[in-house]
Structures are given as C-alpha cells and as structure tokens.
C-alpha cells in the first residue's frame, strides 16, 4: 500500500552548496538521503513529496556543514500480506516472472503465474497447458502479495500469486468477464 508520511531529520547541507539557496540545498540533500531507500520499519521510499518547516540552521565545528531540522513528506509503498496489486511483467526467467510494482519489484514463481501447468520457452515466455494463456514481457497484471521479506535490505524479496481467481494477465481477466456475461 502507498502512503504520504512525514518525516523529521537534521539535514546536513555541505559547504560547497552554500552558493544554492537553503530550500533548494535542503531538498537535494533530502533527496539524496531518502529516494530508493529501503528499511523494514517504512518500506521502499518512492520520492519526497515535499519540505515544510526549515528550523535556522547550526554549523558543528570541525565538520563546516550546517544542519537543518527539517520536516518533509515521503511517498511509501510497504508491501503487505494479501494486498492487490498491479504490475507490468519486467522479465520472464525459466523459474518466473518479474513484476515491476512501481517503486518495487515482486517475483511471482513459476507453479503461481497460473492456475495451469505452466512451460517456459526460450522467447521469454510462459504459456499454460490447457488454457493456452501465455504471459510475456510487458504484461500488465493483477497479482496477490503472498511473501514479503526485508532481511536482506539491498535486496528486500515480495513474493506474488497470479493463480487465484481474479489474478493473472489483465487480458485474461477480460475474456473471462466476457464469457461470464456470455453464460447469463
């Protein structure tokens, strides 16, 4: 799920950005600390959305830097549990499928891409057995979180299921939405 959070820090601005005005010296320095970062406790930070409450501005002897408080908003996605989401299918390997989940990649396995006997082919393709569904770099796609791990930070894990009902390639989806209207 996505979240707007706001965030206190002292923010160290160099010297060699003193020429810039404070704002725009405190909000690069921001950004630089905070976008991509990744940690249990807030997920994988997305941007900074924004700054609000510069405090004056201390310089610490010996370092030359001036520190700021600072309060500022960050976009989150913290993946949780059971969670809906949407992806686009970044790469297909002979165990999966890469979803890039914006702001985050998940892996969904290659026994939970389908409710179907699932090959892979050299084309980067995995196809079912009896439904003939294929899914390839590209894909959007509807898939359930069913893992999530931060136990290595530089390489945090989401785990994906696309075998449910109502999970899988969202053209899929459609034809089914059109065979049921078709029975009624």
Known sequence: MFYRVRVKDFIRVPPKMFDKGKTEAILANVKSTYENFVSKKLGFVVTVLDIYNVEEGVIIPGDGAAYY??????????????????GNVRDITDFGAFLDLGGSEGMAHISQSMDDYVSFSKDKVLQGKKTHHTLKVGDNCRARIIAVSFKDLKNPKIGLSMRQEGLGKLEWLDEEKKKGVAKE
């Open 69 to 86: 408080g600072t309060e500022f908003d960050l976009l989150l996605f913290r993946p949780e549990m059971n969670e809906l989401v949407f």
